[in-house]
């Protein structure tokens, strides 16, 4: 089983990036699908997640309407598009699966983890 994720790199602030996840090894179409963030010294911290159909999203407070959360099961791939990047959200970003159908904002409910992807955003 193995998370890849990808497309992170340095932005100015305002500017945008579009993160990726490819699944391998499994299906992870029946399960809710993260993106966390670590920033360092702090601790991992929910950003976005999506329900296994899709049909149900949450955000953090802080990049709500700015990111957006999306999968395509048929490719068995997630994406995490991030628009006016701000300073504050540097951090390497994981993408995840969840133990269930139902999203959930808590560390303990995702058993794969991608390797991570650095997100720089200058100001």
């Known amino acids: 089983v193995q998370l890849q994720a990808s497309g992170g790199g340095l932005v100015q602030a305002g500017g945008s990036l579009r993160l990726s996840c490819a699944a391998s090894?499994?299906?992870?179409?029946?399960?809710?699908i993260a993106w966390f963030r670590q920033a360092p010294g702090k601790e991992r911290d929910f950003v976005a997640g999506?329900?296994?159909?899709?049909?149900?999203?949450a955000y953090a407070d802080s990049v709500k309407g700015r990111f957006t959360i999306s999968r395509d099961n048929a490719k068995n791939k997630m994406y995490l598009q991030m628009n006016s990047l701000e300073p504050e959200d540097t951090a390497v970003y994981y993408c995840?699966?969840?133990?269930?159908?139902?999203?959930?904002?808590?560390?303990?409910?995702?058993?794969?983890w991608g390797q991570g992807t650095q997100v720089t955003v200058s100001s």
């Open positions: 995840a699966v969840a133990r269930s159908s139902s999203i959930t904002r808590s560390l303990s409910g995702y058993n794969y």
């Open positions: 090894g499994f299906s992870s179409e029946t399960y809710a």
């Open positions: 999506i329900s296994w159909r899709g049909g149900s999203t």
